[in-house]
């Protein structure tokens, strides 16, 4: 004899295991996760000049994800069509994707995007605040200069090198966006390829 609340309750139970199934299969198939390599920490070794001095430290820049491609594609309409500020605009409310860390502090990444270059991938890294890597920079006489922009070059290895503006502006490129201008020292940016 069959029992209705039996049954009932193994057919809720079988739907919630084949929601939950569906859900980690969509998770781990959705785009910018560890399938092509996101998420990624890359710990930098990162160099300025002050002076005749060079200071190294290390700068830590942790992407859960690429921006979504409809989400870049507002930002780079509000750069095109209204300019920097219409590129600030548009970067600020969307979601973070990680951030990156220098022994000064701290800033909130909302835009990140990989490309080909000559059989090598350029990583482009936007916060929408500033990111002071020497000691005594600060922002009051840099308006206008809002973001931190970090442009890594990939080589096959997994090694990169390149360099973060922590106080810069961005214009159109062909493949996205490209460091304008910057009122903060530049730093160079050196990541190791990942052991093996």
Do not use: C
């Amino acid at each position: 004899m069959r029992h209705p609340v039996r049954e009932k309750t193994m057919r809720r139970t079988s739907a919630i295991a084949a929601a939950v199934t569906t859900s980690a299969l969509v998770w781990f198939a959705a785009p910018g996760h560890a399938a092509n390599g996101y998420p990624r920490t890359l710990v930098a070794e990162a160099t300025a000049a002050n002076g005749p001095n060079k200071i190294t430290a290390v700068v830590t820049i942790k992407i859960d994800r690429l921006v979504e491609p409809t989400r870049r594609q507002r930002v780079l309409d509000g750069l095109k069509y209204n300019g920097y500020q219409g590129f600030m605009n548009a970067l600020r409310p969307l979601p973070v994707i990680g951030s990156i860390a220098s022994p000064n502090g701290n800033v909130k990444v909302r835009y990140a995007w990989e490309t080909p270059v000559e059989n090598k991938n350029r990583l482009v890294i936007v916060a929408d605040k500033p990111l002071f890597f020497l000691p005594g920079e600060s922002a009051p006489s840099r308006a206008g200069y809002e973001l931190t922009v970090v442009e890594l070059i990939f080589d096959a290895s997994g090694a990169a090198t390149g360099t973060m503006s922590g106080a810069a502006r961005v214009k159109p490129a062909p493949d996205g966006i490209v460091l304008d201008d910057f009122a903060a020292v530049p730093v160079t940016l050196k990541v190791a390829a990942p052991l093996k």
